[in-house]
């Protein structure tokens, strides 16, 4: 086989080589080589995938992978196919995904789980690329399925936290009410096109014509799977609490990668979406709520990874809404910009948080912009790309969104102008607690980071700084520049200066939305607890007798047997003759 | 003189008669006896079926049947009486505790 | 059927369930006797002269005189527990009965033969055993050998 064509399996399972051998050899490999090693194959893959992407241009690419079921009357089979939006992903994965192997290196370096957290990486971007590189939505669904299980594990790894696993479990959990929809869909989309491939489903399309409302169904339990898996209204809780785990891991899964594999599966599906304008309007609408909520909540948190993950929602709110709009274009720009300053900013927060020994309440931080230039620097840069300040490429995506926005609806232009104020707000605050001010630490001295974890960061910032230069459109006109400017001018000077007085008088923390948990710990938890007790009470209790009456009766059994056994020869003989009349009579009379 | 079925049956009768035998007493010695009747058994029929065919070879492989019967039963109690030294018992089901 | 070889028939029959049934283990050896005696008798209704006589030398004359050496001299002439259990003893008839019906049923299947009335000579007996069956017969000297070795050591004191 070519290079070429082997190439897809190649950037496939060269993370998940490196998972078994990390995994293999937990407690045999140095710390060193364990990086190495798992950096390196995540590498390879970008280089993969980079070769791809030269080769194919806009072409695409199929590699079968196996026959998994085989049935008379039908049969599911998994295997890769690389178009333009699949070999996208691919490198965002593979790409940010290295930068944040790299930075981990520095970052757990004091870690016992080094080996451990290494592996769960791999394994990680293995699913992940085959989440984007399946071919059917069986193959997402695995790839789906396995993220959200390397998310559990990644969110929980310091799982001697009951804190963390709490979080992590409730992540989980969360991720699988979404994954019910994917199950319902697969099992429409079955039903209807009699396939699960992709190629297959969209070029039966023209002339099945499902019905619209057919569609609709289709398409509302798709978006119920984004919303578990993309953290939309009302399933975004966990992302807050995912902060829990180690800072590359939220700045890998919760901003550059898990969490777009929502949008993957929309701009996947496009061509369902597009058939059912209703479906749209869903997730335009969630989209909003989304953004709003994400956008608010962030302007008084105290914790530095907490209003990046607000953040996160909020920007994903975005992309969703620019998927609901039918700008797939605009939306995977996004995310991908969105990537590179995400990632840029929380690995930046790692530093920081790293400088001042684990502590993440900007409240006890100030003036660090002394003694992390290089940190400081590139957190601000991040800052003003997800404001939108041109020519940052976070400009050019956001824009692209809010411009698709003014085209379609004017309420929802308006209320994107809103959150892009709110974004302005919340960063600039939080810029300023953390790097302005009165230095307010406990601790000593806070040093920057060694190279390791700088050399991600500068090529973040760097990507962050040119990416616009990828944008597929030109905003149109001065309006829109002129606008952002503006917004980014007064809202971001609010955001300052409200942060000096609120630093300054030593506000006292209000209460964190987390009006939408204690709705659900109300309605949801309390109730399926009373009911799971009543389960236990009446059924368990006699599943449990039933079980153990069943291995009583094997017991039981076993012993008279072993009675047999009983070393005495006059019962072998006994038995052995038995044995041996009953073949004689066995071959006299019959 | 009876016919080779009649002899034949006759050491049926005297094997399962050997067998039941050696699955009833408990006594080592009486055990041994009985399987010399279920050997004795065997080499009635051999000799009934040799001297009907006319073959002489018949008789000479019952000298050597009886030859090892001999040697067997000689061991056989040796045996007995060298576990009956340490052991003073000669009942069979009791040798299962020796182990011990 | 001649009526002597009913006699010698019944005769050996009842002296083994004698065997098994006896209490004493002195009764059971005489029984034993008596048994190995009507196989004599039958060996000679049978013509086969030479191996009559050599069964009543080697099992009645020695084998039989060794077992009784052993019960007299160590004195285990006492009764000890004669039976194992009911239960064992009701399997054991069962399945010795049903070992019987069965050969019994298989012999009956097949073409009876008469015997024949000339004796085959001692002569001839000779013949075979020093020609064809050489080997055997030298080997088996080996046999002996071999058990009076494992006598003598398994007699030995252990001291």
Redesign the interface.
């Known amino acids: 086989m070519t290079l070429f064509k082997c190439m897809p399996y190649v950037i496939l399972f060269l993370p998940l080589i490196g998972f078994l051998v990390l995994f293999i050899g937990r407690s045999f490999l140095s710390k060193r080589l364990a990086g190495i090693l798992a950096s390196s194959t995540i590498l390879g893959a970008f280089f993969g995938t980079g070769l791809m992407a030269a080769r194919l241009h806009d072409g695409m690419v199929s590699a079968p992978l196996f026959q998994w079921i085989q049935l008379s009357h039908f049969s599911i089979s998994l295997g890769l196919f690389l178009d333009p939006l699949a070999i996208l992903m691919a490198l965002m994965i593979t790409g940010v995904g290295f930068l944040v192997h790299l930075y981990s290196i520095g970052y757990m370096s004091n870690d016992d789980g080094f080996v451990r957290y290494f592996g769960y990486l791999n394994l990680f971007i293995f699913f992940m690329l085959l989440l984007v590189m399946s071919d059917t939505y069986l193959g997402t669904f695995l790839g789906w399925e396995g993220v959200g299980l390397c998310s559990y594990l990644l969110i929980g790894f310091w799982y001697k936290n009951h804190q963390y696993v709490y979080a992590a479990t409730k992540a989980f959990i969360m991720n699988r009410v979404g994954d019910v929809g994917f199950i319902l869909a697969m099992g429409l989309l079955f039903i209807t096109f009699g396939t699960l491939k992709y190629t297959e489903i969209f070029s039966s399309l023209s002339f099945l014509q499902p019905s619209p409302l057919l569609l609709f169904v289709m398409c509302s339990f798709l978006i119920l799977a984004v919303a578990g898996k993309s953290a939309q209204f009302p399933l975004y809780t966990w992302l807050p609490d995912a902060m829990a785990g180690p800072t590359p891991v939220s700045a890998l899964i919760h901003a550059a990668t898990m969490v777009t594999a929502g949008v993957y599966l929309v701009s996947r599906s496009s061509m369902l979406f597009s058939l059912s304008p209703e479906a749209g309007d869903v997730l335009v609408v969630i989209g909003v709520v989304t953004a709003i909520i994400g956008a608010v909540t962030a302007t008084y948190q105290y914790d530095l990874k907490k209003i990046l993950a607000y953040s996160t929602v909020s920007q994903l709110g975005f992309m969703v809404v620019a998927l609901g709009l039918g700008s797939y274009t605009a939306a995977l720009f996004h995310m991908l910009m969105h990537a590179f300053f995400k990632a840029l900013l929380f690995l930046g927060a790692g530093n920081v948080i790293h400088s001042v020994d684990g502590e993440q309440d900007i409240r006890k931080m100030g003036a660090l912009r002394k003694y992390l230039p290089v940190t400081s620097t590139y957190m601000m840069i991040g800052s003003l790309a997800i404001m939108g300040l041109p020519p940052l490429s976070g400009f050019f995506s956001k824009e692209g969104i809010v411009e698709a926005a003014m085209i379609h609806s004017k309420p929802i232009f308006g209320l994107l102008l809103f959150v892009s104020a709110l974004t302005t707000f919340y960063m600039s605050r939080m810029i300023y607690f953390v790097f302005f001010g009165q230095p307010r630490y406990l601790t000593r001295h806070p040093h920057e980071a060694g190279i390791t974890m700088q050399i991600p960061l500068a090529i973040l910032a760097i990507l962050t700084i040119v990416g616009g230069m990828l944008s597929p459109n030109h905003p149109s006109g001065i309006g829109l520049i002129a606008t952002t400017l503006g917004i980014i001018v007064v809202f971001g000077a609010i955001g300052l200066a409200w942060a000096r007085s609120e630093s300054q008088h030593h506000s006292e923390s209000t209460r964190v939305v987390s009006g939408l948990d204690a709705a659900y710990s109300r309605w949801v938890i309390a109730p399926y607890l009373f009911l799971s007790r009543v389960v236990f009470s009446k059924v368990d209790r006699q599943l449990n007798r039933s079980v153990v009456g069943a291995a009583r009766l094997g017991e039981w059994m076993g012993s008279s047997v072993t009675r047999v056994q009983s070393g005495s020869m006059g019962l072998y003989l006994l038995l052995m003759l038995a044995a041996i009349v009953m073949v004689m009579i066995k071959i006299v009379v019959l | 003189?009876?016919?080779?079925?009649?002899?034949?049956?006759?050491s049926?009768?005297?094997?399962?008669?050997?067998?039941?035998?050696?699955?009833?007493?408990?006594?080592a010695?009486?055990v041994?006896?009985?399987i010399?009747?279920m050997l004795?058994a065997g080499?009635?029929a051999l000799?009934?079926g040799g001297?009907?065919?006319?073959q002489?070879?018949t008789?000479?492989m019952?000298?050597?049947v009886?030859?090892?019967?001999?040697?067997?039963?000689?061991?056989g109690?040796?045996?007995?009486?060298?576990v009956?030294r340490r052991h003073p018992?000669?009942?069979?089901?009791s040798?299962?505790t020796i182990?011990w | 059927m001649s009526l002597l070889f009913i006699v010698t028939a019944t005769i050996a029959i009842v002296s083994a369930l004698a065997v098994v049934l006896f209490r004493k283990p002195i009764y059971s050896i005489l029984s034993l006797i008596i048994c190995l005696y009507a196989l004599g008798a039958n060996y000679i209704l049978m013509h086969a002269e030479f191996l009559a006589i050599v069964h009543l030398i080697v099992y009645a004359g020695a084998i039989m005189v060794l077992f009784l050496f052993v019960v007299m001299l160590m004195n285990l002439n006492h009764e000890g527990p004669v039976f194992r259990h009911r239960f064992t003893q009701l399997i054991s008839v069962i399945i010795g009965s049903s070992l019987a019906m069965v050969i019994i049923a298989a012999i009956s299947k097949t073409q009876s033969m008469g015997m024949p009335t000339s004796s085959v000579s001692t002569a001839q007996i000779g013949t075979v055993l020093f020609t064809d069956y050489l080997l055997p017969f030298e080997l088996s000297t080996i046999l002996f050998l071999a058990s009076v070795v494992g006598v003598v050591i398994t007699g030995k004191e252990t001291r």
Not at chain 2, 1 to 10: E, K, P, T, V
Not at chain 2, 13 to 24: D, P
Not at chain 2, 66 to 75: C, D, G, L, P, R
């Open positions: 003189m009876g016919s080779l079925n009649a002899y034949l049956a006759l049926a009768v005297l094997f399962s008669i050997g067998a039941v035998g050696v699955l009833i007493r408990r006594n010695i009486v041994l006896m009985c010399e009747i004795n080499i009635l000799v009934a001297i009907a065919h006319g002489v070879a008789q000479v019952v000298l050597f009886m030859m090892v019967a001999a040697a067997e039963a000689s061991v109690l040796a045996i007995i009486t060298t009956f018992e000669v009942d069979v089901d040798y299962s182990k």
